[in-house]
């Protein structure tokens, strides 16, 4: 089981940026995905996650300006970001509470990680 994440990049402040998160392996069922974030020296912050039924949450320094979606077909959560601020940058993580299957062996939790994708809004 592997979660890819993609689209991170410079943009200005105020500019939209969109990433994407594919989990990839054999999967039984996910229960919810989400977007986490850490900063130089911060440590790692929820931004926002989703459910199976498409429950959301938000962080609330994101609220308003970001929004979270999934493509259940595609084993896939994306992360749409508006009205970027400096604040913002990062780097981006996705996660995965998701159960299935390693060769023989089921794995389930919440401890799916994708590589990380650097975002940087610029001032």
């Known amino acids: 089981v592997q979660l890819q994440a993609s689209g991170g990049g410079l943009v200005q402040a105020g500019g939209p940026l969109r990433l994407s998160c594919a989990v990839s392996?054999?999967?039984?069922?996910?229960?919810?995905m989400g977007w986490y974030r850490q900063a130089p020296g911060k440590q790692r912050e929820l931004v926002a996650t989703?459910?199976?039924?498409?429950?959301?949450n938000y962080a609330d320094s994101v609220k308003g300006r970001f929004t979270i979606s999934r493509d259940g077909a595609k084993n896939t959560v994306y992360l749409q970001m508006d009205s970027l601020r400096p604040e913002d940058t990062a780097v981006y993580y996705c996660?995965?509470?998701?159960?299935?299957?390693?060769?023989?062996?089921?794995?389930?939790?919440?401890?799916?990680w994708g590589q990380g994708t650097q975002v940087t809004v610029s001032s």
């Open positions: 996660n995965a509470d998701l159960v299935g299957m390693e060769g023989v062996n089921i794995v389930a939790g919440k401890d799916f």
């Open positions: 392996g054999k999967i039984i069922s996910i229960t919810s």
């Open positions: 989703i459910t199976s039924s498409s429950s959301t």
